[in-house]
């Protein structure tokens, strides 16, 4: 990739940065070729986001020089930024969504007729020509809210090219992407390279970065750590650089099943679900693999109470239940840590205690009154043990990492003395480092005697943490594998073509 | 008509079955209604509240809120009426009146910017302040007197056609325009839909948000203008409670209190909507205390329709 004559489309030098009390920059140096695919990598508090933030003018350097395309350069707000021709692409993403796909993506920038109108149907024709020459389905005239997290992810790629970005940098793209849509997404920053636009391309996803990037840039701790060639380096190398010690990898030991039957669903139909059975048992970890429509999601929901089954039978420690709403679910002892934490599992601006205490208040009031004393004592003693890092119990959660805010939400399980947990996607948009860490929590959880249920899309995942690994298959449970037979090859294929 | 495409077309027209739903109704039980003079009537009664909700729309879209309209409204006409006698020409007070408007809604939009106050509290400050300048200028007596020339605008017609309701219709198609097609008008759309998307986008957020309190300001002004040429007179404590009409005259036109969703267009129907059910009531010859209740039912009903037609297609 590095040919002689290639230059350095971006150079930021000795970048420091200090927040009052978080983690900052050190003099980071960070360089990127014109027209490469460059990866940058590093686990929580590597400061890659605030890197990146500095680039696109959301937070300003201490110390430190940018050179954009050879000239020394100021970027002291988002706009100067896009003047440069920078493009961010926000995890968060950044589109309006009652707006329709072709506006945001000229968002900023409507062409114009000359009466200084806006141009509708420019608008409305290039979006869909630029969107078809991707070679995704996506209506633009209809509004964002409609389309698909994937989609929207185009339209936001839509929206750099409109800009004429030279530089595109997406954060953690992938994250939330089934596969397809990832296949999509390595095809368009191949037609994005291909123009010679230069992209940053930011994942947890280790495999993703040796599929779409040519070069990687590993921070650790807000230093730098090197940058290498990826063809020139292995997998377990490029974990090294960023956790800075030698991997180790733990499993739990070996399946046996001692505990009594938790959790047993027999036959279980719904629309999208036939004749599912399955148990969890006490201290087990199970995991459910499927690809997306396998109908891996829908047994959750129907385990938590959030889908009716129509048919079928469902057991809670031996009993026989009906779950008509999560509230049941709930009342079993059964803890869901959902897939999208910042909607579904957290209120972000509430602090660490009460995201913890929600369900569980009760439990902790007497005549009608919280005794904050023991909960607070309580919520101390969880965040101690799940290792959250966070300064102190009133801190909103928003402030918190991915990581440790997955963690408050399994806090909120154990504080509510749950018998069960529900993992979907635990470590999604979760970076290496603290996904180690929720890995550990589950096998901990686990070994406390909880029955814990995980569905990932990520087939490594499971087979670190889980005891057995049941694989969905167009709504059927079409294959159950033990740890002492885990094979990534069969599993695949079962999920992919149900036997 | 399946299902789905029946909630689609429920949801797209909910605001014209109402409206042909009310006038059918009104028409049934008066023959009074359907009637040429009564329609420019209508448009005449509705003037004020419509030219409100204009500048209600512009603000509510971007996710705001504006209190301060009514006590603008009595403002401008007290100081186009003061003005009127003073310097003897009609233009020169309104544009003086306007500008007070403009220069009023520019603080509300300055403070809720700069300060990041909630616009809820500072157009509250607003409500007040404003009424109590009204009452200040003449401590607190109407302006009587005004020329002839001036009752031109609020109870004058061309054609035939009332002029304040000319005034409304026109101002109407004039800012759904501006809307749909102007980059001005499309960012206000981004900005109280997504405001941070927006702000990535190189939308000046503030600048914005500060020009739909003006545009508000300069409304709630014509208003003012219009309601003391029709009343010949400049009232300071008129328009009590004006905010409140206009709000549920937007919100009942289909813009989302969320910001990001509406337009001019059905704010038009909805204030037609809730003049009309006045106009029935009135016909019926109810007290206007029933007018009140079943106007609260009326907007809260179209809401839930609205609510549930859009809740279902997600």
Redesign the interface.
């Known amino acids: 990739m590095s040919d002689k004559g290639q230059r350095n489309i971006l150079e930021m030098k000795s970048i420091s940065k200090a927040f009052p009390g978080v983690h900052a920059l050190k003099k980071v140096d960070f360089a990127v070729l014109e027209g490469e695919v460059h990866c940058l990598i590093g686990a929580n508090g590597a400061g890659k986001s605030t890197l990146m933030k500095i680039l696109s003018g959301a937070y300003i350097k201490d110390e430190g020089e940018i050179f954009f395309a050879g000239k020394s350069v100021n970027i002291n707000n988002p706009t100067d930024s896009k003047k440069l021709g920078i493009s961010i692409i926000y995890q968060e993403l950044s589109l309006v969504t009652s707006l329709s796909a072709s506006e945001n993506i000229f968002l900023g920038h409507y062409p114009q007729t000359a009466r200084c109108l806006v141009d509708w149907r420019t608008i409305n024709g290039k979006a869909q020509q630029m969107i078809d020459e991707m070679g995704i389905e996506i209506d633009v005239k209809k509004p964002v809210s409609s389309l698909s997290i994937g989609k929207r992810q185009i339209v936001e790629l839509a929206k750099a090219l409109v800009a004429e970005a030279k530089l595109v940098v997406m954060d953690e793209p992938s994250a939330t992407l089934s596969s397809e849509e990832f296949e999509t997404l390595v095809k368009v920053i191949r037609d994005l390279k291909a123009k010679g636009i230069t992209v940053i391309y930011i994942s947890h996803r280790l495999e993703e970065l040796f599929r779409v990037g040519d070069r990687v840039t590993v921070l650790r701790d807000g230093t730098y750590v090197g940058t290498k060639v990826l063809k020139e380096m292995d997998h377990d190398e490029l974990v090294e650089m960023i956790i800075g010690y030698t991997l180790s990898k733990e499993v739990r030991k070996s399946g046996e099943i001692t505990g009594e039957k938790l959790l047993d669903i027999r036959n279980i139909s719904t629309p999208k679900l036939h004749s599912v059975s399955l148990a969890v048992h006490k201290g087990e970890v199970l995991g459910l693999y499927g690809l997306v429509g396998s109908g891996r999601t829908e047994v959750l929901r129907v385990i938590y109470g959030a889908d009716r089954p129509q048919a079928g039978t469902m057991f809670f420690e031996g009993k026989k239940v009906q779950l008509r709403s999560p509230v049941d679910s709930l009342k079993l002892g059964i803890g869901m840590v959902p897939e999208n934490r910042k909607t579904q599992g957290l209120i972000m601006d509430l602090p660490v205690w009460e995201n913890a205490a929600l369900p569980s208040l009760k439990n902790f009031s007497k005549f009608g009154k919280i005794q904050y004393g023991i909960l607070f004592n309580e919520v101390q003693e969880l965040v101690k043990k799940l290792r959250v890092a966070t300064p102190s119990i009133t801190t909103s959660v928003k402030n918190l990492s991915g990581g440790n805010q997955q963690k408050v939400v399994v806090a909120k399980w154990l504080l509510k003395k749950s018998h069960m947990l529900l993992f979907d996607e635990p470590t999604q948009g979760i970076d290496i480092g603290a996904k180690e860490e929720i890995y550990g929590i589950i096998k901990e959880v686990a070994n406390m005697g909880y029955g814990v249920l995980v569905a990932s899309s990520e087939l490594s995942e499971l087979m670190q943490v889980c005891d057995r690994i049941l694989v969905m298959f167009n709504g059927e449970v079409a294959g159950q594998f033990t740890r002492d037979s885990y094979q990534e090859e069969a599993i695949l294929k079962c999920a992919v073509t149900g036997r | 008509m399946n299902k789905s495409n029946m909630r689609e077309f429920f949801s797209k027209y909910n605001l014209i079955i109402l409206l042909v739903l009310f006038t059918a109704i009104a028409s049934i039980l008066s023959p009074k209604f359907l009637t040429l003079q009564n329609f420019l009537n209508l448009l005449q009664q509705s003037s004020i509240t419509g030219i409100l909700a204009i500048g209600m729309t512009f603000v509510i879209i971007t996710a705001g809120i504006d209190l301060s309209v009514g006590s603008i409204v009595a403002l401008a006409g007290m100081i186009v009426a003061i003005l009127i006698q003073e310097t003897n020409s009609i233009l020169v007070a309104i544009l003086a009146a306007l500008a007070v408007g403009a220069v009023l809604g520019f603080i509300n939009g300055y403070i809720s910017t700069k300060f990041v106050v909630p616009a809820f509290i500072v157009t509250l400050a607003m409500m007040v302040s404003a009424r109590g300048m009204a009452l200040l200028v003449t401590e607190g007596k109407p302006v009587f007197g005004l020329p002839e020339a001036f009752n031109f605008l609020g109870a004058g017609f061309i054609l035939g056609i009332p002029v304040s309701g000319l005034i409304w219709i026109l101002l109407t198609i004039l800012c759904a325009l501006v809307l749909?097609?102007?980059?001005f008008?499309?960012?206000l759309?981004?900005v109280?839909?997504?405001p941070?998307?927006?702000?990535?986008?190189?939308?000046r957020v503030n600048f914005h948000l500060t020009s739909v309190y003006v545009i508000s300001g300069v409304m709630s002004a014509l208003a003012g203008v219009i309601l003391a040429s029709w009343l010949t007179v400049g009232q300071p404590t008129a328009a009590k409670g004006a905010e409140l009409d206009a709000i549920a005259g937007v919100v009942l036109g289909g813009t989302?209190l969320f910001?990001?969703?509406g337009g001019v267009g059905g704010t038009f129907i909805g204030v037609l909507i809730m003049s009309i059910i006045t106009n029935i009531f009135n016909l019926l010859g109810l007290a206007s205390y029933y007018q009140q209740i079943f106007m609260g039912l009326i907007i809260v009903l179209a809401l839930i329709l609205n609510r549930f037609v859009a809740g279902k297609k997600?």
């Open positions: 749909k097609f102007t980059p008008g499309r960012n759309y981004a109280g839909g997504n941070e998307a927006a702000h990535l986008s190189g939308i989302s910001g990001g969703i997600g």
